[in-house]
C-alpha cells in the first residue's frame, strides 16, 4: 500500500503526511479524513475510530456519539456489532508487553466459548490498531510492527518516521530521520546504497 506521496507534502508536517498516509490505508478522502481528525486529540484514536468505521461500515457519526458518550473503544466495537476478533493478528507466539495481557485474554476466552466475555482497554485497542495498521500498509512482519509500537510513540510519528526512512524526506534536502526500529546492518546498508542510486 506504501506509496511515495512527493510534493503533495507540506514541508515538515507530519499531521499532514499521517493524513495522506491513513487516506490512503482506510480509503478514505484526504478532507474528510482530517475534518473528523480535528475532533481527537489524539492520532491513535482517529486511527481506532476510522478502524471501527470501515470494520462495521456503520455511520461515523454514529461511532463518534457512542465515544463522546463515554464508551470504551472495545465497548463500541461491541455496540455496532463487531466480533472481539477483529482487534487482533495472528503472531506466531505469545507477545510479550505491552500486548501479552491483551492476547492471553482473548486466547482463553475463546477456549471457554464462542461469545468470548473480556473487555479491552483502550489502550490495548490503540495498541492493536497501530500495529496492525504498521503491519498492512508497510507489509513488516506482525512482531516487527509490535516492536514498534512498544516503543511508545504515537501512529502519526511510527508511520512518518517509516515513511521518511523509505522514501527520504524530500522536504529537508533528501535527508532520511532515522527510524523507529532496529533494522539489521546490511537491510540499513542496503537502503544507504538504494538512495545513493536515485
Same mark, same amino acid.
Given at each position: ?68 458518550? !463515554?464508551? %470504551? ?11 472481539? #476478533? *477483529?482487534?487482533? =493478528?495472528? $503472531? ?46 508497510? !507489509?513488516? %512482519? ?11 510513540? #504515537? *501512529?502519526?510519528? =511510527?508511520? $512518518? ?38
Amino acid at each position: 500500500m506504501d506509496v511515495d506521496f512527493g510534493a503533495l507534502v507540506r514541508a515538515g508536517d507530519h499531521s499532514d503526511l499521517f493524513f495522506h498516509i491513513s487516506a490512503r490505508y482506510f480509503d478514505r478522502d484526504r478532507p474528510t479524513l482530517e475534518a473528523w481528525g480535528h475532533r481527537f486529540v489524539s492520532p491513535d484514536d482517529l486511527a481506532v475510530f476510522v478502524f471501527l468505521v470501515n470494520r462495521s461500515g456503520k455511520s461515523p457519526d454514529l461511532i463518534f456519539s457512542l465515544r463522546k458518550d !463515554g464508551y %470504551s473503544w472495545f465497548d463500541v466495537g461491541t455496540k455496532i456489532g463487531l466480533s472481539p #476478533d *477483529v482487534w487482533f =493478528l495472528p $503472531v506466531a507466539k505469545d507477545p510479550g508487553p505491552p500486548y501479552g495481557n491483551a492476547y492471553g485474554k482473548w486466547r482463553k476466552a475463546k477456549k471457554r466459548s464462542r461469545n468470548p466475555a473480556f473487555v479491552l482497554s483502550d489502550t490495548d485497542t490503540r495498541n492493536l490498531v497501530a500495529v496492525r495498521m504498521i503491519h498492512e500498509y508497510y !507489509g513488516l %512482519s506482525v512482531d516487527a510492527a509490535m516492536e514498534m509500537r512498544a516503543s511508545g510513540r #504515537d *501512529v502519526r510519528i =511510527l508511520v $512518518v518516521d517509516e515513511y521518511r526512512l523509505r522514501h527520504g524526506d524530500r522536504m529537508e534536502a533528501g535527508k532520511p530521520r532515522p527510524s523507529s526500529r532496529k533494522q539489521p546492518k546490511s537491510d540499513a546498508k542496503s537502503r544507504k546504497e538504494d538512495r545513493h542510486h536515485d
